[in-house]
């Protein structure tokens, strides 16, 4: 195999699917990015797979002798990220055992205008193949919806890995909407976009009665998709959706995703939000979170708690943070308030980080009680839902 292509292509691409190479690998040949090199399309393939995520890209170069042949991934990005922009020269040759101390190996050499490197590779049908959805029609949708999704929801999904199925993001597609959500039980998240490709109907044979497909992801290959595509498409760009069989595969241009999906019921979020409110407030979003980072700076890290104090009379909310360690804080700002007053009480991280992935300036929050959920919408812009449940005040 020998390939001649620029540094920038090849160490941008590799730093791509390197994101999916374990970092305790199960079998040695896992801690390799696979590289395929086609003359007849002159272009070069490079493949990372820890058998739960997999990513493969492509891209153009001079191919002079086709092959393929597996890498040390950290490796190879550490040398191709330091090399000067240029051409770089990349060839393989069998190394015998008197050649290769330690034994017999591969040995790869790159070779840019700066110099000449030597690495060691194992063999391309040691590495494992990518799984393949067959005769199944893809399901279109457009990056922006995609992206818009993702990025609404995926701060709200679970680090605990015992719950395994709240680790993910729960994509619902119907025929005319993508819905997105995300909960680590403390908190929701729910992002609707509109879907502008009609899913095929021979996808709907099996599905659900309210003629919908579900279908949940882990949130490290959906946060490897949020990434690539904001990176890699323009917002207009359709990505083809292929899944079956425990597996699904999001393609677009040259790049290629694809990711177990998770076993288990996902919770019926949708009844946890309420659909009457005695109370609302209209606030402006970045004044709120502008003033809770403030005052977060006081927050004890042992509760984390920011009370709330809504007083309607006044037109104001008054947000509140006290730590016996280290002291308090207090700031008040305007709001429409429509309802009775209440003090009520959050872990300060869980309403930043909903805060912020609220798109528009204006919100409003609408809740009953000081222990019932507690609802946060947008006025304009995205439909997204970012349910929070209040903590309860210690007197």
Not at 254 to 277: D, H, K, M, V, W
Not at 372 to 390: D, E, R
Request: overall charge negative.
């Amino acid at each position: 195999m020998k390939l001649v292509c620029s540094q920038s292509d090849l160490s941008t691409n590799l730093s791509i699917v390197s994101r999916a190479v374990p970092s305790r690998p199960t079998h040695p040949v896992l801690a390799n990015v696979l590289l395929q090199a086609d003359a007849e399309t002159n272009s070069v393939s490079l493949t990372a797979f820890d058998l739960s995520l997999g990513i493969r890209t492509t891209f153009r170069a001079e191919v002079i002798q086709s092959g393929a042949i597996a890498l040390p991934a950290r490796l190879l990005v550490d040398i191709t990220s330091r090399l000067p922009e240029g051409e770089i020269t990349l060839e393989d040759e069998s190394a015998s055992i008197a050649e290769t101390p330690g034994g017999e190996g591969i040995i790869v050499t790159l070779t840019p205008k700066s110099g000449r490197y030597q690495l060691r590779a194992m063999g391309a049908q040691e590495y494992p193949e990518l799984p393949i959805i067959e005769n199944i029609e893809a399901i279109h949708l457009t990056a922006a919806a995609l992206i818009e999704g993702l990025r609404g929801c995926l701060f709200a999904t679970s680090s605990d890995e015992t719950k395994q199925v709240l680790t993910g993001v729960h994509l619902t597609l119907k025929q005319d909407a993508l819905e997105f959500a995300a909960t680590d039980g403390h908190r929701l998240a729910v992002v609707e976009t509109t879907n502008e490709s009609a899913i095929p109907a021979a996808h709907f044979v099996n599905a659900s009665s309210e003629n919908q497909l579900e279908v949940t992801v882990p949130n490290r290959a959906m946060r490897e998709l949020e990434r690539m595509l904001a990176h890699s498409s323009s917002e207009e760009e359709t990505v083809a959706l292929y899944f079956d069989q425990g597996q699904i595969v999001f393609q677009w241009q040259n790049q290629r995703l694809t990711s177990r999906i998770l076993e288990g019921q996902y919770p019926a979020y949708r009844l946890l939000i309420p659909r009457q409110f005695e109370r609302q407030l209209t606030l402006d979003r970045k004044q709120l979170v502008s003033t809770l980072e403030r005052i977060a700076v006081l927050a004890d890290q042992k509760n984390n708690i920011v009370k709330i104090s809504i007083d309607g009379d006044a037109g104001e909310i008054t947000l509140s943070v006290e730590s016996q360690d280290v002291g308090s804080g207090i700031e008040s700002m305007p709001a429409q308030i429509s309802g009775e007053d209440i003090d009520i009480a959050f872990n300060i991280k869980y309403l930043m980080e909903g805060l912020k992935a609220l798109p528009s300036q204006e919100i409003q929050m609408q809740l009953n009680g000081n222990l019932t959920p507690v609802i946060f919408t947008p006025l304009s812009g995205l439909k997204m839902t970012y349910l929070a449940m209040p903590v309860q005040l210690r007197n």
